[in-house]
């Protein structure tokens, strides 16, 4: 199927179980832990053995050599791979760096050996015997440093090919040259860690050339097409399965080691392995967030309406990597008729940078709405009156392309009157409890909606169940309560009568988990597949499809009725499709939007922040779950929080890796830190975006939570901090005095 026009009348907006909330239908499995994840597949392979991998003790340079034998002496070893013994090997698409390093390093704790042994703690204790020498070469470590001669960047997501690296509507410098009130900061966000709980983990077995993979992985496709490219072995000879994941963030969207050096492991001891990173690998082995320098200039008029706006950012990455695409939300937020933006890129040699929830506009915004609430205080502007009055319903670079749908400024204003705004006091500094300094600030919040081809598989037995298969995953964001609810919304039955499978490669390819495109495009894709079922019914039922009901298990058609079930007769009816998209994605913007409000006190004598009430408006499309959307915002909240006030990886600038590469030097927010927090869904159907009329949501609800922190701190201490995160040494030293 493809949706190349708005979306017409159909049966998903009867709404009688998409739209509903609904808990999640695997829920019983996660809490009383029969639900397996990847390490723990117990019934699929039989005595499986276990591998313990090496990490490079250097960020840069070779290994001169690698001494094993005391390694393989040691009880239950059963091999030892390198890359001298492993074969050729490719390397994936989505890969920046070899996933088995050697002889040359590309990164610190890049994988350069596995052991296999008996058990765990014999392959643990055997890694540790290999002896490496290496012979370290100079890295570049240092982002400061190395943007200083770093060139432009083009956009690696933007649909034109040969799109310059920097983008300018009218004349920036001019304008703002002219600008009567203007604003020119330099604002930094650091390397951040994805820091899910499940960590990256494979067990792979061989059946004579064929390969089976169960492992924790957002996007099956994608990792599957990548470990049979690494292998140098047919795709077809390749099965990924990933039915539960305890969480990604962005950090499973790609093959990783794990998967590589299990099947390596596997092949090399002629026996099925489990592969599990330990903790302190996940950030250096495997991809975080780039910290990023941004430059911002605004200028306005004395109105406050934006004339002129820049924003240029730089990051970092491995060779062939990509840049952090901080200046997303820029092109299109604002209103302004003149405006620039472009992207520097270092090619640098720490580990690789990569997606991390809402890759851009997450650190983008954590720049972009400080920035506009300095604008905002230097003309005496209310913050919320500002973004209004720089609302744009048509793509501020292209003013003949609308978006499909922006309600940004019912966010604003409904966002404020709920949280109290008229009481914040637009003095910084002014409002105390006790020793606490109070005060509130605000974001906008933006994520773009992507569109990514998905397919499923229905089937209908006769006994009425309605069973969907897609390898689409769920990485805890409700995946198969939305699935579900879609099925039984199309096929009119209760959700109680639908089995959802998912994450297996031996199901049709889906958009998979990531982008904040999952829910709206694999749900599209189930409806694709539940129209050729509902017309296969039909016909079984000799009822017209196009004027055929579907409700309480009935198939019905003017005066004729029919039980859904009497249409199977003997087996079951399958039908499978996919939904592509057809291009209204170029003839309208489509975006998310929202407003985030937060209220913070800062201890007057420590400069410690504590969060004390937070709110998120969201305009996302059709809410195809509130229980599941709500639940993925205040997750999102949650990490924005963390951005905005202790999470950073610590630099090693003269070895090249990261420090506090484990949960206790890397902080992010428990539940101490988090106080209240409250969602609020507009009601919004958007016929442009799919038939679902849906958009995503789970990271818009990170997009600007940062910058609505940082401005609740300036607001209650009247201490500007523009590089994040808001540590207490940072403020300190400037706060108010104690009366």
């Known amino acids: 199927m493809k949706f190349d026009k708005p979306a017409e009348a159909n049966p998903i907006d009867r709404m009688q179980v998409v739209g509903r909330a609904h808990p999640r239908i695997e829920g019983p499995l996660k809490t009383t832990g029969t639900a397996p994840y990847a390490y723990e597949h117990h019934d699929v392979v039989t005595n499986p053995a276990y591998g313990a991998i090496v990490g490079s003790a250097i960020g840069k ?61 014999q392959a643990t204790a055997a890694a540790a015997l290999i002896r490496v020498e290496y012979a370290p070469a100079d890295g570049r470590f240092d982002l400061e440093e190395a943007l200083k001669t770093a060139p432009l960047a083009k956009d690696p997501n933007s649909p034109e090919k040969d799109a310059p690296p920097e983008s300018r509507t009218g004349d920036f410098e ?70 539960y994941i305890g969480g990604g963030f962005g950090c499973k969207l790609f093959l990783r080691s794990d998967a590589v050096m299990a099947a390596l492991g596997a092949k090399a001891a002629g026996r099925p392995v489990r592969v599990a990173l330990p903790r302190p690998f996940i950030p250096n082995n495997t991809t975080h967030r780039p910290a990023t320098r941004q430059r911002i200039r605004i200028g306005a008029g004395a109105d406050g309406r934006i004339i002129a706006i ?3 950012s730089g990051s970092g990455d491995l060779p062939d990597g990509q840049p952090e695409t901080a200046t997303n939300q820029t092109r299109l937020l604002y209103a302004g008729p003149n405006r620039l933006t472009s992207m520097r890129l270092a090619v640098m040699d720490l580990p690789e940078g990569n997606a991390m929830r809402a890759p851009g506009e997450a650190p983008g915004m954590m720049a972009l709405e400080i920035a506009m609430d300095e604008l905002a205080e230097r003309l005496s502007l209310d913050p919320v009156e500002l973004r209004v009055r720089n609302d744009t319903q048509v793509d ?40 606490w300094l109070v005060g509130m600030g605000t974001a906008a919040a933006f994520r773009n909606n992507l569109l990514v081809p998905s397919g499923a598989r229905v089937k209908l037995g006769r006994d009425g169940l309605v069973i969907v298969e897609t390898d689409m995953t769920d990485i805890g964001t409700g995946s198969y309560t939305i699935i579900a609810q879609t099925a039984a919304e199309m096929m009119g039955v209760d959700i109680g009568r639908v089995v959802v499978r998912l994450g297996d490669s031996a199901f049709p390819v889906s958009s998979g988990s990531g982008g904040q495109f999952g ?33 309480d298990g009935q198939v019905m ?17 399958v039908a499978e499709d996919k939904m592509e998209w057809g291009g209204l994605d170029k003839s309208y913007q489509q975006s998310t939007f929202g407003a985030h409000f937060v209220e913070a006190a800062v201890d007057s004598f420590t400069g410690e922040v504590r969060i004390r ?63 209240h927090q409250e969602v609020i869904f507009l009601e919004e159907a958007d016929d442009k975006v799919s038939p679902m009329k849906a958009k995503g949501v789970a990271e818009l609800g990170i997009c600007g939570v940062a910058a609505a922190v940082a401005n609740a701190v300036y607001n209650a201490t009247g201490v500007r901090v523009r590089n994040y995160p808001i540590t207490l040494d940072k403020h300190l030293n400037r706060l108010p005095g104690v009366s």
Request: aromatic share 6%; proline share 5%; hydrophobic share 40%.
């Open 61 to 121: 340079g070779r290994i001169a050599s690698m001494t094993l034998a005391e390694a393989e002496r040691a009880p239950g070893v059963l091999a030892v791979v390198t890359a001298e013994n492993a074969g050729k090997l490719g390397k994936g698409k989505f890969n920046t760096a070899k996933l088995l390093g050697g002889p040359d390093i590309d990164h610190y704790h890049q994988a350069i050996a596995v052991v296999v042994a008996e058990t765990f703690e």
């Open 519 to 551: 829910a709206n495009c694999s749900t599209s894709g189930v409806y694709a597949a539940c129209v050729k079922l509902r017309e296969a019914v039909a016909l079984r039922l000799g009822i017209n499809s196009a004027e055929a009901t579907f409700s």
């Open 310 to 312: 820049a924003h240029e």
């Open 396 to 435: 501020p670079e292209k003013p003949d392309r609308p978006f499909s749908r922006r309600n940004l400024v019912r966010c604003l204003r409904e966002g404020a009157e709920r949280f109290g705004w008229t009481r914040r006091s637009a003095t910084p500094g002014a409002v105390r409890d006790g020793h």
């Open 174 to 243: 001019q304008a703002f040259a002219q600008a009567p009130v203007k604003l020119d900061e330099l604002y930094t966000t650091p390397d951040q860690s994805h820091s899910m709980m499940e960590p990256h983990a494979s067990i792979a077995a061989w059946n004579g050339d064929k390969l089976t993979v169960w492992t924790s992985n957002q996007m099956i496709d994608w990792g599957r097409t990548d470990l049979a490219t690494t292998l140098g072995v047919p795709k077809e000879n390749v099965r990924f399965v990933s039915p």
């Open 557 to 573: 058609s003017g005066n004729r009725s029919a039980k859904l079930a009497d249409a199977v007769g003997e087996g079951e009816l």
């Open 613 to 675: 009430r937070m709110l998120a408006v969201c305009a996302a499309g059709r809410i195809l779950n509130p229980t599941t959307a709500r639940s993925q915002v205040i997750g999102a909240m949650t990490m924005g929080a963390g951005a905005a006030l202790m999470e950073e990886l610590a630099v090693d600038k003269r070895r090249g890796f990261f420090v506090n590469h484990d949960l206790a030097g890397y902080e992010v927010p428990v539940h101490a830190d988090i106080p």
